[in-house]
C-alpha cells in the first residue's frame, strides 16, 4: 500500500519501506512507505490549503459523504475484517466487530453535527447589554493530526477522523507502523466517497520521524492522539511549542474490585470479557484485580475453569477466542513483566508460557500493593494480577495509589457502597457491576492523571474539534 500525499497515492522517495507481518504466522502480509519528515510536511501543506475550501461545504453535504463511507465499509466489511484480524493478530470474530462499528458510531456523529446548535445570549441579560444579542457558531481548527494504535484501529479512527471531518477539518492520519494497512483502506473509501484527496491523508513511518514532524508542524492546530502516555507527553510537549491543541487518551492500569457480596460468577465473566478481550491489549481493561481475601480463593478456582473452555488459537479461525499479541517482541514484555513479579514475590497459580506471539492466559496469585504491578506498571497483555484486600477503604488506597486514572469498576450488592467507591476513584470512568472495559459511542471519554487530557464521544468530540466563535449584534434593538 501507498501513502496519500495532497491528491497522490504515492511510495517514499527513497524506497523505504516497513513491512507488515501477520504476527500468529509471521508471513509478510504488505508493506507501506516509511516516509521522511520533508514529506510529511509536504502532506500537512496540501492539508492547510484543502481545508479552506472544504470549511465551505454545507454540514449536510459532509454528512452524506461520511454517510456514503459507512455504506462502502459496509461493502467491504469481509475484506476489511480479514485485514485487520491478519496484520493484528486479533480473532476475526472480533475483527468483525470492530468494522460493524462503523455503522453505529459514525451515523452518530452524523446525527449530532446535524443537531449541534449554537447558543444564544439574549439582549438585557447582562446590565448595559439591552440592546445587544450574541450567538455563538462552531468552526474548524484547520488541519487536524489523528495519531492511532495499533490495538483498536478502526474504533478509535471513529472518534477521530470523521467527528474533525464533519466540523470542517481537514485530516493527517498516521496509523502505527505494525498494523496500518485497514485505515489505509478506510482513506481510500472515504474518497471514493467524496472526501477530497488533501483533506484526508495518511502517512506512514516511525513515530520517532512522522509523528515527530506532525507534533511539531506549527501549521497543525489539534493534534489527537491515543496512545502511551509517553507518547502523548512527547506530543503534547511539541504542541505547546506552537499552542496547538492536544487531545490524549493515554495508558492505564484499571482497578477490578470484587466485594464478597458481589456476584462471583458476574466476576469472572466480566474478567474474562474486561481483561482477555483482544489478548489484553486494551487501555482501559482491568488489570489490577483487587479482590477481598473471603472470596479470593474462590475467584481464583472460578476464573482457571473459565480459562480452560476458551481456546487460544489463530486469529483466522471462527472458534478462536484468543489470539497472539501485535508481535513476538510485544510477548517477550509481557513475559518480562510477569517474570519480574514473580520475582518480586508474586506466584503464577496458571498460564504463564510463551510461544513466538502468543502468550497464554495468565493468572497471578500473591500480589501485594508494593509490587510495580499493583502501581505503575501496565501489563499489555492477558494477565490477571490477583491483589487481596481486607476492607473497601484499603482496595480504594491501593486503586488510587497508581499514576494512573483512565478507569475503574467495582463489583458488588451494596449500591451504597458502589456509589461511594465511585466518588473516590480517581478515575475518568468507573464500572458498577462490571469490569472497567467500557466505551459506548456516546460516553464521554477519557482519562484522570497520566491517563490523558481531554475526552472523546458523541458529547464531546465536536467540541473538540472545533473552536467557539461569538456573534455580537451590538445596538440591534434602541
Not at 24 to 35: C, F, G, I, W, Y
Not at 309 to 324: A, R
Request: hydrophobic fraction near 40%; charged fraction near 25%.
Amino acid at each position: 500500500m501507498k501513502s496519500l500525499i495532497g491528491k497522490e497515492w504515492r511510495d517514499a522517495k527513497d524506497g523505504k519501506v516497513i513491512e507488515v507481518m501477520n504476527p500468529a504466522t509471521n508471513e509478510l502480509v504488505d508493506t507501506v512507505p516509511s516516509l521522511s519528515a520533508e514529506e510529511v510536511n509536504e502532506a500537512v501543506d496540501y492539508a492547510y490549503e484543502a481545508q479552506k475550501e472544504w470549511a465551505k461545504v454545507p454540514v449536510h453535504e459532509k454528512c452524506d459523504i461520511m454517510m456514503k463511507f459507512v455504506s462502502l465499509v459496509e461493502r467491504d466489511k469481509d475484506s476489511l475484517a480479514k485485514t485487520l484480524s491478519d496484520e493484528t493478530g486479533k480473532p476475526i470474530k472480533e475483527a468483525y466487530n470492530e468494522i460493524n462499528n462503523i455503522a453505529i458510531g459514525v451515523p452518530a456523529y452524523v446525527g449530532r453535527v446535524q443537531h449541534d446548535y449554537g447558543n444564544v445570549i439574549p439582549r438585557g441579560t447582562e446590565k448595559g447589554q439591552e440592546n445587544t444579542i450574541q450567538y455563538t457558531i462552531q468552526q474548524p481548527l484547520g488541519v487536524c493530526v489523528a495519531i492511532i494504535p495499533f490495538n483498536f484501529p478502526s474504533d478509535i479512527f471513529i472518534n477521530k477522523i470523521p467527528p474533525a471531518l464533519l466540523m470542517g477539518n481537514a485530516c493527517v492520519l498516521k496509523p502505527a507502523s505494525v498494523n496500518p494497512l485497514t485505515l489505509t483502506k478506510y482513506v481510500e473509501l472515504l474518497v471514493e466517497a467524496g472526501v477530497p484527496a488533501g483533506v484526508i491523508s495518511v502517512v506512514h513511518g516511525s513515530g520517532s520521524v512522522v509523528g515527530t514532524a506532525l507534533t511539531s508542524n506549527k501549521k497543525v492546530a489539534i493534534v489527537t492522539l491515543t496512545g502511551s502516555t509517553a507518547a502523548g507527553i512527547d506530543a503534547a510537549t511539541n504542541c505547546a511549542s506552537h499552542l496547538a491543541h492536544s487531545s490524549l487518551e493515554l495508558g492505564g492500569n484499571d482497578a477490578f474490585i470484587l466485594c464478597e457480596d458481589g456476584d462471583i460468577d458476574l466476576a469472572v465473566e466480566e474478567t474474562v470479557w474486561g481483561r482477555l478481550y483482544n489478548t489484553g491489549q486494551v487501555c482501559c481493561a482491568s488489570k489490577r484485580f483487587l479482590i477481598q481475601n473471603s472470596v479470593k480463593q474462590q475467584y481464583i478456582d472460578k476464573m482457571i475453569e473459565k480459562i480452560k473452555t476458551l481456546k487460544v488459537g489463530y486469529p483466522s479461525e471462527m472458534d478462536t477466542d484468543i489470539g497472539c499479541l501485535i508481535s513476538e517482541d510485544a510477548a517477550k514484555e509481557v513475559e518480562a513483566q510477569v517474570n519480574k513479579t514473580v520475582e518480586q514475590g508474586a506466584r503464577i497459580v496458571y498460564g504463564g508460557r510463551r510461544n513466538g506471539a502468543f502468550y497464554e492466559p495468565t493468572i497471578l496469585d500473591g500480589v501485594t500493593k508494593d509490587m510495580d504491578v499493583a502501581k505503575d506498571m501496565e501489563i499489555f497483555g492477558p494477565v490477571i494480577s490477583v491483589i487481596g484486600f481486607d476492607t473497601i477503604e484499603e482496595a480504594v488506597e491501593i486503586a488510587n495509589q497508581s499514576i494512573y486514572g483512565l478507569s475503574g469498576s467495582i463489583i458488588t450488592k451494596d449500591m451504597n457502597k458502589a456509589i461511594k467507591v465511585s466518588e473516590q476513584m480517581e478515575c475518568g470512568g468507573f464500572v458498577i457491576n462490571g469490569a472497567s472495559f467500557f466505551r459506548s459511542f456516546e460516553q464521554p471519554f477519557g482519562g484522570w492523571k497520566y491517563s490523558g487530557i481531554g475526552n472523546e464521544g458523541i458529547m464531546t468530540t465536536l467540541r473538540e474539534m472545533s473552536r467557539t466563535k461569538t456573534v455580537i449584534l451590538k445596538n440591534i434593538t434602541k
